[in-house]
């Protein structure tokens, strides 16, 4: 029997600490519930001891969620450990994952400490950790860039002290594959006791390496858990992509002989929801999950593509949750048709008043927009989830009016809290007289830091998805919006990230 790896998914906790990605309470828990119907094997929920709002998060995803292993992450100390635990009461399975830097340059300049003091806290917290669960996990944070004596000696006592999994991080992404693969190799060679616990591999992307190294700590290294994120979602260049390193071990399963328990036609919903929620797009030319992972542009291609698909295809497309047939749905679908395509693509609603909702959205799409895609769905589905928060603005209409040679205008009308605002404005281009029209009445003071737009599917017809990121007094948020209009789209990013701007709702992201 092939040996299983490990699907740690820490899009929750390390995929939230990019700027602009923290997410809310419920937003986590829908994530949450994609990652167990893609079959996650353990789900780091969060930070339980970072703030309430990540403790309540990875409490009421412990109690919510019974499929995977639920995770929380915590310092290596006795108030985190329990705050940790606390949280994780509900589960059917919880796991501490407890860390504490080994480098010399981290233990000397950022937590002052000696190695034998860092080695006495490793110890006593995963034997504190211990005591309130039976599942815990250690990490030596920059473990890549430790000296491999001392790595050696902290391992192997934690290991004695009950440490059940050793996750290795290459913290800043400075790993070359066989190099990486190498260092485990050598951890696990020579620590006496290296059988007794899971080794676990977690890389970060700053030198576009974290899939290939986390591959390399699995094949070379003998690593049987991947940390890793959906869309590689991380600070800086992301962590290792979640989708990339399933589909390598499935598709060259002829190389690795290793199985995993990955539901693959989940991946693309969890993408779309992933990127809807945090507002970070998904590049076009992304692996697995970009809009053009699949698609032969180019005429040799396709028509080797026609005659034999594997010339130029190594995956099926569908096994990773894309349609075979593209155009789905049109305005005489009825909601049965609607409900059933929600289904194949994974993108469950929790109640049947949300696919009323969702299908009513559907239906004023589909009077504007002839043919409905898998992936106006899957933005529709992703916005009516964003609408549940009671967006603090809401967009309502919009007529803008732009002519070569002449200052373009827009007039818009939008919610405050539920009540209508008319504003208007002139702008250098269409959408910047709609959003200063915006401006003019919310006066946020916020910077713009990124604006981006994005074709949903291939041709003129298709939906814009606007992106908008904008920065306030040291907070970072995203606001995504998706319209056949572009300038409407616009409209509704930027209101979408106005509210999380002024949302009460914590949103602070857990700080490794
Ligand atoms: O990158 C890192 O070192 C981490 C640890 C906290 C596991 O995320
Ligand atoms: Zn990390």
């Known amino acids: ?122 110890r006593s917290a995963v034997r504190f950790a211990r005591n309130l669960v039976a599942d815990v996990e250690f990490s030596p944070e920059d473990g890549y860039r430790s000296d491999v004596d001392f790595l050696c000696r902290v391992i192997e006592a934690v290991i004695n002290d009950g440490a059940s999994t050793i996750n290795v991080p290459d913290t800043v992404g400075y790993a070359i594959p066989e190099l990486y693969g190498d260092f485990i190799k050598t951890l696990r060679e020579r620590i006496p006791n290296s059988d007794k616990a899971i080794w676990s591999v977690h890389c970060h992307n700053d030198l576009g390496m974290a899939v290939a190294n986390s591959l390399a700590g699995v094949q070379i290294g003998g690593a049987r858990q991947v940390e890793c994120t959906i869309n590689g979602l991380g600070e800086r260049a992301g962590n290792c992509s979640l989708e990339e390193i399933v589909m390598a071990i499935k598709t060259r399963r002829d190389y690795f002989g290793l199985d995993v328990g990955i539901e693959t036609q989940q991946l693309l919903a969890a993408s779309r929801m992933v990127s809807q929620i945090t507002g970070f797009a998904v590049q076009p030319n992304k692996a697995i999950v970009g809009a053009n992972a699949f698609a032969h542009a180019a005429g040799i291609h396709q028509d080797g593509v026609l005659k034999a698909r594997d010339t130029y295809e190594i995956m099926r497309a569908e096994d990773v949750g894309w349609s075979a047939n593209k155009i789905v749905l049109s305005k005489v679908s009825g909601r049965n048709a609607f409900k059933q395509r929600l289904q194949d693509l994974g993108a469950q609603m929790e109640s049947e008043s949300e696919i009323n909702a969702a299908f009513a959205r559907f239906k004023e799409l589909a009077d504007r927009k002839s043919e409905i895609f898998d992936e106006d769905i ?65 006066k946020s003071g916020a910077e713009m830091v990124l604006y981006s ?56 992201a857990a700080q490794g």
Request: proline residues 2%.
């Open 378 to 442: 899957l933005a529709l589905v992703s916005s009516e989830s964003l609408a549940r928060e009671k967006e603090q603005y809401g967009f309502v209409s919009l007529s803008q009016h732009s002519e070569t040679g002449e200052r373009p205008q827009a007039s818009i009308v939008f919610t405050v809290d539920g009540a209508e605002v008319k504003s208007a404005s002139d702008g250098d281009g269409p959408v910047d007289a709609s959003l200063k029209a915006i401006e003019a009445q919310v």
């Open 1 to 122: 029997m092939a040996d299983q790896l490990i699907i740690f998914d820490t899009t929750l906790r390390d995929g939230e600490q990019s700027p602009g990605a923290s997410m809310n309470k419920d937003e986590k828990l829908r994530i949450a519930r994609q990652l167990e119907r893609l079959k996650v094997d353990v789900i780091e929920a969060g930070f339980a001891a970072s703030s309430n709002g990540d403790f309540e998060a990875v409490r009421g995803i412990a109690n919510a969620i019974k499929d995977s292993t639920i995770c929380s992450l915590s310092r290596a100390n006795d108030r985190d450990i329990s705050r940790a635990a606390e949280a994780l009461k509900g589960a059917n399975r919880g796991r501490i994952h407890t860390f504490i830097a080994t480098s010399a340059l981290h233990m000397e300049k950022k937590l002052r400490m000696t190695p034998d003091q860092v080695f006495e806290q490793a």
């Open 453 to 508: 737009v994005n074709a949903i599917s291939g041709s003129t017809e298709s939906q814009g998805e606007v992106t908008v990121r904008l920065q306030h007094s040291g907070r970072v948020v995203n606001g995504i919006g998706a319209d056949p209009d572009i300038i409407v789209a616009s409209a509704k990013a930027y209101l979408s990230a106005l509210s999380k701007l002024h949302s009460k709702a914590d949103r602070v």
